[in-house]
Each structure stands twice: as structure tokens, then as C-alpha cells.
């Protein structure tokens, strides 16, 4: 996919070369000689440029996120304009680009009023017109104050608790039969069995295998050009859309056609709130699937695949969840209080969240979280995964230098679930298995974080 990508973004580059020559001769005959600096300053804009014609800097964006050096693009924009905030022009869109944490901030806290997230065109027909990155204003609050509600601390406890450890129980006895793994691939399916669960009341099945099959074809295309040319990856995504969508629509109508059935799950909540069409519930189910399974499945292979390259925290790991695992007399259900003394694995989380980089939050004003994160002036040696810079400060909720579940009207309303995910799988994991790399995996962060490899590893009983 990402060799895919560049290929294209080369030949494209390529195509408008002529063009990028005749606009600047076309600037020089007429006299334009002012800089893209000097412009945005007369009309009080920050420093930037906005690159090439039509492709911007989006190419060498995109060259940054899928090197080893994922913040190269804004360490060389802020060295050339001595600033965090800069004018650029990425994914067709004139943009400020922010990395500036107090300036994310106040983007964040002040949309819905100042500022309006909005998504390219592309993206919002995979999302649909209800997806939650969609919506605005009355619409997006309710919506929002149902996911919250699903995801509530109580329901944290008492429901999700026991699903999760079951689930991921469940899976890694598979996996002992199976020896060897791709873990990043096991983890996206094993986390949308989750999702699945919790939203549409389906359990593992053949029928959740194919919704993962067809989250593959859904998933590479939010990251692929849009081109709607048949067989092209964008055009299978929202042929995969429909396909999804439709399947979400069949189980509303098996509800309607026996009301006797009881389910608790989020579907369920949305019919019977009455004021909903069909259209905002699939949409909004949709993306909640999507989101559920990309983010934590992601965190949870990123996790494994930073502790084995430090052996000095997986010890660590290992120390405190035997710990645990002694004094519960086994592999016995964990309970709140158990989750809540994973001291170190809460660093470990922040840190593999740190470091699991995310796509800009907003678009016209792109706000790059992940900027801050990798700024080594915030963290020293931000590259490293150093999970003990979080030994002192494991309340993060009011850090406005790390926010891997964006802010304002848009905190992710699943945070509490993903961590709660991330620690109950690395206990269960840590404390059932021994592990080796089968191959060398190195990151990359466009538009998504993924291992390319899918992080093959093969199983070794602890016991």
C-alpha cells in the first residue's frame, strides 16, 4: 500500500512539474517577487509556503510520516520560519499547520465555535454524512453523549471487564495452537470481535470474520488517493461501505421483525431513542466500529513490538503483573482495584500512545498532536520508548503536551475503554507468554501507524 501510494504521488509530482515552471516564470514576468513569507505577513498569516501547484507539500509530508523520522517535515518548516505555526498546503487544502501545544489547545476547545472540523470529501463519503468526525453541532453532542454514555465508568466494570478478559482468553488459546502469528493482523480481529459485541450484539463468528475481511478493503482505503476508477482501492472501499452498511441495516430490520429479542447493546439504545433514522444509526455505527478497531488493535501490536525491542521495561512488566497473577491464585478474573494497580503498565501505555502517531486532527487548521509528542523541547529523546518518563505524571488527563485522544467537543469518548483494552491484553499476554520477532519490523506512521510486516512472532507457553 505505501509503495502503492508513492508511486503514485511520484508520478503525479511528476505530471505537474511543467505546470510548477510556467508558474513561476508566469510570476517573474509579472513581477511577483514577494515571498510566501512576505505575503502571509501582509495579510497577517503565519510564515510558510504553500509548495508545489495542486500537490503542495503533501508529497513531502508524506515522505516524512513513512520514514523513520516522522517529524522531519515540521523540524525543517520550523527551522526555515522559526515557528510552530506555519502556513503549508496539504491534501489539496491551504492549511495553517499547528504544532504548537497552547495554540492545539485552544483549536480544540474552541470547535463548534471558533473553529468547525471538517474532513476532505473523499474521506466523508467512506465515513458517510452521520459518522462522528461528520456531524456539527446538536447532531454531534447527542451522538457524542450516547457514545460516553456506552462507555461509561460503570459500565467499564461491570461489562466491559469481564468481555474483554474472556475475549482475549479466548483468542490466545487459539493462538497457542496456532504457534506463529502475525500479531497485528490477530489483534484487528480480535478487537473488532469486541467492538462487534458491544455494538451489534454479535459474537465470533463467521459473520464478524467477514466483517474483518471486509474492514481490509474499508481500512486502505481511507488511506488511498481517491480515485474512483473500478478496481482501484478507493472504489473497493466504497463498494466495502455499501456492503457494510447494508449488513448493519439488515440486523435494524431483524429487530424490528422481533421486538421479544432482548439485546443490550449500543444498537439497541439508538432504536429505541426514537428520534434517529436508520441512516444516522448504520453511519453511526459504522464509525464507531471503525475507530473501536483501528485504535486499540494498533496500540495493542505497537505495545508488544516496543517491549520486546526493551527488555529492561518488559521485566518490568513481567515483575508487576506476576505479581498480580500470584495473588489472584492464577489466570482468575481481574477486578477494578486489579486494573487500577497496573502502575507501570499505565506508563507503558502513555508512552506506546506517545509514540503511536496519529493523522492531524483537523483540516484548514491541521492540528498535529503528534508533533508535541516527538518534540524533543516536551520530551527528551522523544524517538526512544522510555516508559519511566511517566513514573512521576501518570495523570495525564490535564497535559495539554500529550493528547493522543484529541480535546474540546471531540475527546475520543472510547480513551477510557482503549486503555482499559491495551492493559487487561498486556497482562493476559505478558503473563501466558514467551515470544520472538520473526523478522525485523520499522514503523510506518502515514496516514496510519502499521507494521508492515504485521509483526510476525512465534508463541512459547510460560507454564
Known sequence: MADQISLLLVVFTAAVALLHLIYRWWNAQTGQRKTHTEKNQAVHLPPGSTGWPLIGETYSYYRSMSSNRPRQFIDDREKRYDSDIFVSHLFGSQAVVSADPQFNKYVLQNEGRLFQAQYPKALKALMGDYGLLSVHGNLQRKL?????????????????????????????????????????????????????????????????????????????????????????????????????????????????????????????????????????????????????????????????????????????????????????????????????????????????????ILIPKGWVVCVFSSATHLDEKFHNEALTFNPWRWELDQDVSNNHLFSPFGGGARLCPGSHLARLELALFLHIFITRFRWEALDDEHPSYFPLPYLAKGFPMRLYNRE
Open 144 to 356: 457524542h453523549g450516547i457514545a460516553v454514555n456506552l462507555l461509561s465508568f460503570e459500565r467499564l466494570k461491570f461489562d466491559f471487564m469481564v468481555e474483554i478478559q474472556n475475549l482475549v482468553h479466548s483468542t490466545l488459546d487459539r493462538w497457542v495452537d496456532e504457534k506463529e502469528i502475525f500479531l497485528q493482523n490477530e489483534c484487528h480481529q480480535m478487537v473488532l470481535n469486541l467492538m462487534a459485541k458491544q455494538l451489534l450484539d454479535l459474537s465470533p463468528s463467521k459473520e464478524t470474520n467477514e466483517i474483518c475481511k471486509l474492514f481490509v478493503d474499508y481500512t486502505n482505503a481511507m488511506i488511498a488517493i481517491p480515485i474512483k476508477i473500478p478496481g482501484s482501492t478507493y472504489a473497493k472501499g466504497l463498494k466495502t461501505r455499501k456492503v457494510l452498511i447494508r449488513k448493519i441495516f439488515n440486523i435494524i430490520k431483524e429487530r424490528r421483525n422481533n421486538p421479544h429479542v432482548v439485546h443490550n447493546d449500543l444498537l439497541q439504545k439508538l432504536m429505541e431513542e426514537g428520534s434517529l433514522s436508520d441512516e444516522i444509526i448504520c453511519d453511526f455505527i459504522l464509525f464507531l466500529l471503525f475507530a473501536g478497531h483501528e485504535t486499540s488493535s494498533r496500540a495493542m501490536t505497537f505495545a508488544i513490538k516496543f517491549l520486546t525491542s526493551c527488555p529492561k521495561a518488559l521485566t518490568q512488566m513481567k515483575e508487576e503483573h506476576d505479581v498480580i497473577l500470584k495473588a489472584k491464585g492464577g489466570h482468575k478474573k481481574l477486578e477494578w482495584d486489579d486494573y487500577k494497580s497496573m502502575k507501570f503498565t499505565q506508563c507503558v501505555i502513555n508512552e506506546t500512545l506517545r509514540l503511536d
